[in-house]
């Protein structure tokens, strides 16, 4: 168990429809990051925040947003869904803002979401 | 920019007998090396870290990675396969130098492990 905690476990939706997946980091970890795993694209960085700040941003598609909130749990939403945004979505969290020798992320069990 | 290619997509051992997972790394400063692996229907799980202390790098459950950097390279090895070990492994790097902590992932190397 890496500490950090995804809810839901699955989600089943149709197209045009929006959903909000939640993330705790965690206990001490300031950052986290959203990242999605699917079978053409393999795992790709979506979003970093830092202590509420968004940090840095990857190939987030502008249907996709996120926040982080003070007590430093994250939400990821997507809106417009369409059948491509199926996928196993992680998140995961450290400590510091920063990557570099060392600082790993600890990941949550993820979310699959299943767009029909 | 960084990047890492994973040589094989597919690796099939018998149980008992090595593992060799290949990376090759792409990077203009000293590179942030990890190895994840996944099970099926489960989160990704550390397995070891290059931290420049030593380019021998253990990690858990017996795998091991060697920095070379000649070769840029970051192979993960086990003695002994397992049927445990049967997962999906991925190479990941970090850039130091970034003003970020983002993960890049290489494309997975699905480990089969044969009775």
């Known amino acids: 168990d890496s500490g950090v905690t995804q809810t839901p476990k699955h989600l089943i939706t149709a197209t045009g429809q929006r959903v909000t997946l939640r993330c705790s980091p965690r206990s001490g970890d300031l950052s986290v990051y959203w990242y999605q795993q699917s079978l053409d694209q393999g795992l790709q960085f979506l979003i970093q925040?830092?202590?509420?700040?968004?940090?840095a941003k990857g190939n987030i598609l502008e249907r996709f947003s996120a926040q982080q909130f003070p007590d430093l749990h994250s939400e990821l939403n997507l809106s417009s869904l369409e059948l491509g945004d199926s996928a196993l979505y992680f998140c995961?969290?450290?400590?510091?803002?920063?990557?570099?020798?060392?600082?790993?992320?600890?990941f949550g069990p993820g979310t699959r979401l299943t767009v029909l | 920019a960084q990047s890492v290619t994973q040589l094989d997509s597919h690796v099939s051992v018998s149980e008992g007998t090595p593992v060799l997972l290949r990376c090759n790394y792409s990077s203009s400063y000293s590179p942030s090396l990890f190895w994840y692996v996944q099970h099926p229907n489960k989160g990704l799980q550390l397995l070891l870290k290059?931290?420049?202390?030593?380019?021998l790098v253990k990690g858990i459950n017996g795998f091991e990675a060697e920095f070379k950097k000649s070769e840029t390279s970051f192979h993960l090895t086990k003695p002994s396969a397992h049927m445990s070990d049967a997962a999906e492994y991925f190479c990941?790097?970090?850039?130091?130098?970034?003003?970020?902590?983002?993960?890049?992932f290489g494309q997975g190397t699905t480990l089969q492990v044969k009775p």
């Open positions: 290059y931290t420049s202390a030593a380019t």
């Open positions: 925040y830092y202590n509420g700040e968004e940090r």
């Open positions: 995961a969290s450290s400590v510091g803002q920063y990557g570099g020798a060392g600082r790993e992320q600890f």
């Open positions: 990941v790097v970090s850039d130091p130098d970034s003003n970020t902590g983002k993960l890049i």
